[in-house]
Each structure stands twice: as structure tokens, then as C-alpha cells.
């Protein structure tokens, strides 16, 4: 199979991490780099992360580019420390600081990687959507440079993480979501309808805390999260990996068993609905049928087997690159 040449653009915290470790370590993945959001933590920090888990990886040559440190329209930021810890590593990361970042943002990074390889890369936000939006000011015709955009967030059939009805990727900056979802790229939009159902268990954890080195690492911050996943969502020990999800069909390592083509608008109002991804499922009754002006496919039930995939890459990874105590 030809390797995805991806972006990643991470707010980094806990299943940021997931992505980004199941990118370096995927021979079907070429990480072309990756761009950095405040979203679960602030911007500094979500960079920091970055950089050191591809150090942690072997990984440092992968550029990482800064990006937004608030919403497009300048509204304030909230962030998720209490789903990832004070850290965004579950109050277990490492300690050292490895790496810097490049001296273009990541709007101008995505632009520059995209002009020099039209038509070949798939773009994978797993945070806000302010670096895309900022990317498609910059240059319009950005959504003929790519291979396309594969989304973790928004939800059609699931209820919200943040609200009844909103994801926290697009809930952070719908405004951001809104111009994204409008341009005339092929969108996936990997949401909680199937990044709810795809967990991660203790069985998996301990297969990690065995093999030790990076997939150690990554059982290790994964504790704090779970325990947030156990308390708020499921009632036992199970964790979510959205982001990893959006990597893993990005690059076809997991396919989604149903995924319509439909319109999918993002209210931007400020009523209780805002942040909300209305995706016109009308036609499930029928098989979908097509829809005029379509741009994106939104994966409704995957395969099984990709918690075991994941972790049985994790557990691959090998030995840490960099100190990570
Ligand atoms: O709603 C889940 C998403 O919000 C994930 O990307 C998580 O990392 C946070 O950014
Ligand atoms: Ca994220």
C-alpha cells in the first residue's frame, strides 16, 4: 500500500498522544508534520507535548509548527486539564523538554506542504479547527492542494461531549468548524458516533505497561484519562481514543462499515444548539441516497479490531529515544 502523507494538527493532549505515536510508528503513515492548537491545554503546552512524544518516537526531524492560541474570532478559550491533567500527559509526563518548533506558523506550514505537494496530502485536525480556517484565508484554493481532511470531531447521531449536542473540537471554535465544513474539500468526519464505541480497556493497558519503552509511556499517562472516561462516561475503566481513530482512517489502517455522504452544517448561533454538527442523515432509511453538493462522508459504525491494531502498534514502538522519566 503507498504510504498517506499526512498533517497532523494536535491540541496535544492524551489521545493526541495516541495519534501521534500510531503516526510515527505506522509504515502506511508518512508524517509529513505536525501543527499545534490550544484546545485540551493551551497552546505552549500542546506544542511541548508535540515535540517531545516524536522525540520520545525517534521522531525529531518532524517539523512542528505552532498555530492559534484562541478562536478565530478572538472569543476566549477554555481547556480540558481536567481530562488530561495539569500536563495534558495525566500529571505523568515526561519531565525534560526536547525539541523547537519551526518558525512558520502552522496555517503557513499546511499552505507551504500543500503548494509543494498538490493533491497529495491528507490533512488530520484532531483539535480545533482554527489552523484550517486560518490556512483557507491564506490561500482559497487550498481545497484542490489536498487529498482531503479527515476531522476528529462533531457528532450526527450521538450525543455531544461538551453540550447535549456538541463535540469539543468544534464547540472550542465553530465559527473555525463552520468555514472548514464549507469548503469544497472531501471531508471525514470521524465523530462520537464512532469514537465512543471504539475503547480501549485495562487489557490493553497492561499489554503496553508490559512491553515497557514508548508503549509503556503511553499506559502510564493514559491513567488520569481513563479515570476521567470512567467517572463522566462509561462507569468503568475504558478509554476513549478519538484522535487515534481519525489517524487509523486517515490512512486506512481501520475502515467504517457505514459512512454516508451528506451535508453536514455546524450552527454558529449562540443558543443551546452552538457547536452542533447537523448532518442530514434523512436519507438512512433508503441507503443514503446522494445528495446534492456533498463533501463529506460521516463514519456511522466501524470494523472491529482497531483497539487491537492500535495497541498492538503501541506495543511495537520500542524503546523511548529520549529520557521520558
Ligand atoms: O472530543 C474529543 C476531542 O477533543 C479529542 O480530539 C480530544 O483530544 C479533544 O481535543
Ligand atoms: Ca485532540
Request: overall charge positive; proline content about 6%.
Given at each position: 500500500m503507498k504510504n498517506t502523507p499526512i498533517i497532523l494538527d494536535c491540541d496535544t493532549g492524551v489521545d493526541d498522544t495516541m495519534a501521534i505515536i500510531l503516526a510515527c510508528v505506522s509504515?502506511?503513515?508518512?508524517?509529513v508534520g505536525i501543527g499545534t492548537i490550544w484546545g485540551n491545554v493551551d497552546l505552549d503546552l500542546a506544542t511541548q507535548n508535540t515535540l517531545n512524544i516524536l522525540a520520545m518516537c525517534g521522531k525529531a526531524d518532524v517539523p512542528v509548527a505552532k498555530g492559534a492560541t484562541k478562536p478565530i474570532n478572538g472569543s476566549h478559550q477554555d481547556f480540558a486539564y481536567f481530562v488530561h491533567g495539569d500536563d495534558g500527559?495525566?500529571?505523568?509526563?515526561?519531565k525534560g523538554k526536547y525539541g523547537k518548533e519551526i518558525s512558520l506558523s502552522a496555517a503557513e506550514f499546511i499552505v507551504e506542504q500543500c503548494r509543494k505537494r498538490p493533491g497529495e496530502i491528507e490533512l488530520v485536525p484532531v483539535g480545533p479547527l482554527t489552523n484550517l480556517a486560518v490556512a483557507l484565508k491564506l490561500e482559497p484554493n487550498l481545497p484542490k492542494l489536498v487529498r482531503g481532511v479527515t476531522i476528529m470531531g462533531g457528532t450526527a447521531l450521538t450525543p455531544g461531549n461538551v453540550s447535549p449536542v456538541a463535540e469539543a473540537n468544534i464547540w472550542h471554535d465553530p465559527e473555525a468548524a463552520d468555514l472548514v465544513f464549507r469548503a469544497p474539500w472531501p471531508i471525514t468526519m470521524v465523530g462520537l458516533d464512532v469514537t465512543m464505541k471504539t475503547l480501549l480497556t485495562e487489557k490493553h493497558f497492561e499489554q503496553m505497561r508490559q512491553a515497557g519503552g514508548v508503549a509503556g509511556y503511553m499506559a502510564r499517562i493514559s491513567e488520569y484519562y481513563t479515570t476521567f472516561n470512567e467517572e463522566r462516561?462509561?462507569?468503568?475503566?475504558l478509554a476513549t481514543m478519538h484522535d487515534a481513530i481519525a489517524v487509523g482512517i486517515a490512512a486506512g489502517l481501520v475502515k467504517a462499515k457505514v459512512s454516508p455522504n451528506v451535508n453536514v452544517e455546524v450552527d454558529i448561533t449562540s443558543g443551546p444548539g452552538r457547536g452542533q454538527t447537523i448532518c442530514d442523515l434523512r436519507g438512512i432509511y433508503l441507503d443514503f441516497p446522494a445528495q446534492k453538493n456533498a463533501h463529506c462522508q460521516v463514519p456511522l459504525e466501524l470494523e472491529e479490531g482497531f483497539a487491537e491494531l492500535f495497541t498492538a502498534r503501541i506495543c511495537g514502538a520500542g524503546e523511548a529515544a529520549v529520557d521520558i522519566n
Open positions: 509504515p502506511e503513515i508518512e508524517l500527559q495525566g500529571n505523568k509526563g515526561m462516561s462509561f462507569g468503568k475503566r
